[in-house]
């Protein structure tokens, strides 16, 4: 659904002498789907309209927010950073409303924020039962042709890209014919391919759905080296009865049995996941179970949310008697099971030799290094002399110490990249 309005004349820019580049301002809420797309979305502007990305509203000319609608509080943000910037457009500012809010609210955003120019989703909507409201903002399931995915990894590979991250809900159900052949490949075909790619050292992707999650996809694990060695797999649950409710369409059991497929050709992989706490008819018991599974599963940095409900989704009409104040102390409890957890497999890192893939400049000092372990951790480092040429590059680093959200390191000379 889309809705757009062109500006009143007496919001128009007065003609300039020398053509200033005009300037957008995109705030991105929302998963890394949403991060994608407002990196698209720059490019068009850019290549049609030469418009500049800015990090400061104030100097834009256009503003855009992508929007999130998974939880209520998500959206309500919205409308709050709308009114924020409300008064930039007696300066002739144009305001869009972009993504999944966008999708499923409509003229909605208009009728309730009549400043706002422009509204578009990502797609069109397209009903299926769910607790989740991505499916009605995103809309139907779409697979990229196989060979648009291969042309364009191919193509950052040749700009010195080393690591890509395959990006869509229920990545793994991506199906594509194979050129002109009759052949279909599926999402581990594809992996196969992505790994040959020259240049390529690193596959991640997200996030997929254990539905999905084919013996062909396991065995991927044990034949393709560069896919990393963390998988975000969303469980959601662990009481039967509630991923019934939810209509995931697998049992606790079933998620197990995958998860044990998976460490018998990688035994050392590390798993995160999403969970929802406090899904209407969550009851004690449930919540037992779920709690049971993390245990098990020993699950690394994972997602936790209480359950939000959501206009238009069938599980936002069901029966719910469980206070607040239950389902946060389940949250907390829940968060902090996983928390242990997360600093346990941190701790067991220390002393170990990590590859990373250096991201840039430390978030803690700017005279630090940071990059990224496989499983996703950042080890800040000092880079050294060498540190320029370090970004960009796979090094070795040492672990000196585990800290509650992230590594220390030292960098194990590599003269191939030092020197
Ligand atoms: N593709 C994922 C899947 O099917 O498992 C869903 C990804 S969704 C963008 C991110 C997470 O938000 C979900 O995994 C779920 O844990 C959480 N979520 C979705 N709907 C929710 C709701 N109504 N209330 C609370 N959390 C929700
Ligand atoms: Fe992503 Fe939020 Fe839409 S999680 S798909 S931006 S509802």
């Known amino acids: 659904m889309s809705t757009a309005r062109t500006p009143s004349p007496d919001t128009a820019q007065p003609a300039q002498a020398t053509p200033v580049a005009k300037k957008v301002y995109i705030r991105t809420f929302g998963c890394q789907m949403n991060e994608y797309d ?11 309209e030469g418009y500049e990305p800015t990090p400061d ?7 855009l927010f992508n929007t999130c609608s998974v939880r209520e509080k998500a959206q309500e943000k919205v409308f709050s950073d709308l009114g924020r910037v409300k008064h930039l457009k007696k300066k002739g500012v144009l305001i869009g409303v972009a993504g999944c809010v966008a999708s499923q609210e409509g003229a909605a955003i208009v009728e309730r924020a009549p400043y706002v120019d422009l509204v578009f989703g990502p797609q069109t909507l397209h009903r299926l039962p769910s607790y989740c409201v991505v499916p009605y903002t995103r809309g139907e399931e779409v697979s990229r042709p196989f060979e648009d995915v291969l042309v364009e990894v191919a193509g950052l590979a040749d700009q010195g890209v080393k690591e890509v ?10 199906r594509g014919k194979m050129g002109e052949t009759d052949e279909i490949a599926d999402f581990a075909l594809l992996l196969e391919y992505v790994a040959e790619i020259p240049g390529i050292e690193r596959i991640r992707y997200t996030t997929s759905h254990p539905n999905e999650f084919t013996p062909r996809l396991v065995q991927a694990y044990a034949e393709i080296p560069k896919l990393v060695n963390h998988l975000h797999l969303p469980v959601q649950h662990g009481s039967d009865r509630i991923l019934m409710a939810m209509k995931r369409g697998y049992t606790a059991l079933q998620y197990k049995s995958t998860i044990r497929a998976l460490r018998k050709v990688r035994p050392d992989i590390s798993l995160s996941s999403d969970f929802i706490v406090g899904f209407p008819g969550e009851t004690e018991e449930d919540f037992g179970k779920m709690m049971a599974l993390i245990e098990e599963i020993g699950f690394d940095s994972s997602f936790s949310f209480v359950f939000s409900p959501r206009p238009g989704t069938p599980a936002a009409n069901l029966a719910d008697d469980t206070p607040l104040t239950v389902k946060l102390k389940r949250l907390q409890h829940l968060q902090a099971t996983i928390e242990a957890n997360v600093r346990r497999i941190s701790a067991s890192r220390e002393g170990t030799v990590q590859r990373i893939l250096v991201e840039g400049p430390s978030r803690k000092s ?38 509650p959200h992230s590594l220390r390191g030292e960098v194990v000379v590599d003269a191939s990249v030092v020197g």
Do not use: H, Y
Not at 40 to 48: E, P
Not at 165 to 174: D, F, K
Not at 381 to 399: E, H, K, N, T, Y
């Open 38 to 48: 407002s990196d698209k979305m720059a490019d068009v502007l850019r290549a049609a």
């Open 165 to 174: 991250t395959l990006l869509g809900q229920n990545v793994n159900a991506w």
């Open 366 to 403: 700017a005279a630090e290094l940071m990059g990224r372990t496989e499983c996703n951790r950042i080890v800040n480092f000092d880079g050294g002399p060498a540190s320029g040429r370090l970004v960009g590059q796979m090094i070795d680093v040492r672990i000196t110490q585990a800290l």
């Open 57 to 63: 509203p104030e100097q834009a000319d256009l503003i």
